[in-house]
Every structure is written in structure tokens, then in C-alpha cells.
Nanobody, 123 residues
Framework: QVQLVESGGGLVQAGGSLRLSCAASGRTFSRSTTGWFRQAPGKERELAARITWNGGRTYADSVKGRFTISRDNAKNTVYLQMDSLKPEDTAVYYC?????????????????WGQGTQVTVSS
């Protein structure tokens, strides 16, 4: 049974930083593609950042240069460091993982999801 548990969300002022964590149990992240998705009220879920099993990183244009995704294999945890936060970054952030040999190209291709953590950025 694979479980993903996110933590680190909260309320922060614009320009501030937060670090989200996603801890996995039941399977190792080192062989996965792990993504951080976000969903704001009334909007579709979107990929914010992704890290593949071999360390390749992808970022949405809206977060490029401000967010950094990383993985600690020893702790079996994936992080999302979010700097220079903006009010438009306000959303529920979800961690998702796939252990397929193919890199997921859409949210439906991720097999496992966390419960989500709220990030609110005040102006």
C-alpha cells in the first residue's frame, strides 16, 4: 500500500517562502516520477513541478525561477521549495507519483496522490 503525505502548507505574505514536503511509504521515490500539482478554486489542476527517476526537472512557466523541486532518497521525501510567492500561487498543492517506465504526461497517469495541503499567499 503506497501512501503519500504532504506537509508544509500554510499562510504566508507575498514575497515569502514555504517548503512543502511529500513523504512516501510503501515504495521508494527514487524509481518514480513525482509531481507537485496545484488547484485553485474554480480552476483546473495544473502541474507546478515534476522530477523524474533520473533527476530531470520540469517546471510550469508560472513558477520557473521561483520554485525548486528536489528529492532526498534517504528520507524517501520529495520537496517543493517555493520562494517569492505571489497571491496567484494560492491553491491546494498535491503530491503525486508514478512508478511507470513512461514519464506521465497528464494528471491521470499518476497512480498515487496525497491528500493535499493548502497554500495561501496574502497580498
Amino acid at each position: 500500500q503506497v501512501q503519500l503525505v504532504e506537509s508544509g502548507g500554510g499562510l504566508v505574505q507575498a514575497g515569502g517562502s514555504l517548503r512543502l514536503s511529500c513523504a512516501a511509504s510503501g515504495r521508494t521515490f527514487s524509481r518514480s516520477t513525482t509531481g507537485w500539482f496545484r488547484q485553485a478554486p474554480g480552476k483546473e489542476r495544473e502541474l507546478a513541478a515534476r522530477i523524474t527517476w533520473n533527476g530531470g526537472r520540469t517546471y510550469a512557466d508560472s513558477v520557473k525561477g521561483r520554485f525548486t523541486i528536489s528529492r532526498d532518497n534517504a528520507k524517501n521525501t520529495v520537496y517543493l521549495q517555493m520562494d517569492s510567492l505571489k497571491p496567484e500561487d494560492t491553491a491546494v498543492y498535491y503530491c503525486a507519483a508514478s512508478w511507470s517506465s513512461l514519464i506521465p504526461t497528464n494528471p491521470m497517469a499518476y497512480n498515487y496522490w496525497g491528500q493535499g495541503t493548502q497554500v495561501t499567499v496574502s497580498s
